[in-house]
């Protein structure tokens, strides 16, 4: 089977530029089922329901997120009545929503975990331990994770911690795509960063004035998102629905 995976989708922008793209991406690289980051993908920040649906729209088959996952109140109902769109699971229990999900295809099931990593974010659940929870109670060999985090030394280390017991360990979060796609020894598929799709001469999407104001000044600042063309990051693995191995993987920037 082959996974298209798209880094955090940022903005209204960000998602117009998808739109533009994803089917002939889907027919290029022959893809089998599609997760799209959405975290950002709501216009100001946050996910939304209109940006929500969109990505479903789109083709999304599962839709993560991350540490802007309840910047939306209004966004609650949809976690708890939606089984693709995902939280990270290492918010504490009773929280709205589900952390992972298992996607039922008929002939291959693929379960697709959203994990936050805590150097540098909140101080969530170890993610660590949460994976050897999750691991315990999934029923398929085909597990993609998104793991949302900030420090690389923490994606590295739960990359190779999880090799061998997940398909795929995909990095989000700093919108800037990593160029050390590997398959890892136990057959994992891995990368500290898929990268964004949204404005390329940007901060991270953000209007790039705006972003250099706040860091000059640490004054509060107002962002809004750049109007500069968008590229589109991503990456397509290729495994064996059989074992849950990964074959191969290959970064995706498209301008």
């Known amino acids: 089977m082959r996974l298209l995976f798209l880094g955090d989708v940022v903005g209204a922008s960000g998602v117009d530029f998808l739109e533009k793209n994803i089917y002939k991406l889907k027919k290029d690289y022959s893809v089998d089922f599609t997760i799209v980051n959405g975290e950002n993908s709501a216009k100001g920040n946050g996910i939304s329901p ?28 949809l976690y708890d009545s939606n089984d693709i769109l995902l939280r990270p699971a290492n918010f504490p229990e009773g929280v709205v929503g589900r952390g992972y999900t298992v996607i039922d295809l008929g002939r291959v099931s693929i379960a697709v975990i959203n994990l936050m990593g805590t150097v540098y974010l909140d101080a969530l659940d170890n993610p660590f331990n949460v994976m050897d929870r999750l691991l ?23 990359g190779h911690y999880l090799d061998g017991k997940v398909t795929a360990v995909l990095g989000t979060h700093t919108h800037v795509q990593t160029a050390d796609e590997a398959i890892l020894p136990g057959g994992t598929a891995y990368i500290t960063d898929v990268g964004m799709t949204g404005a390329e001469l940007s901060v991270l999407g953000v209007e790039t004035s705006l972003a250099i104001d706040k860091l000059r000044t640490h004054c509060p600042v107002t962002f809004r998102e750049s109007t500069n063309p968008c590229f589109l990051n991503a990456v397509c693995v290729e495994f064996n629905e059989n074992t849950g191995r990964a074959v191969s993987i290959e970064r995706i920037q498209l301008r």
């Open 50 to 77: 209109k940006s929500f649906n969109d990505l479903v729209r789109l083709g999304a088959d599962v839709v993560t997120t991350g540490n802007h996952c309840f910047r939306r109140k209004e966004m609650e109902e």
């Open 136 to 158: 315990e109670k999934i029923g398929t060999v085909n597990i993609i994770v998104d793991l949302h985090a900030e420090a690389t030394a923490e994606k590295k280390a739960l």
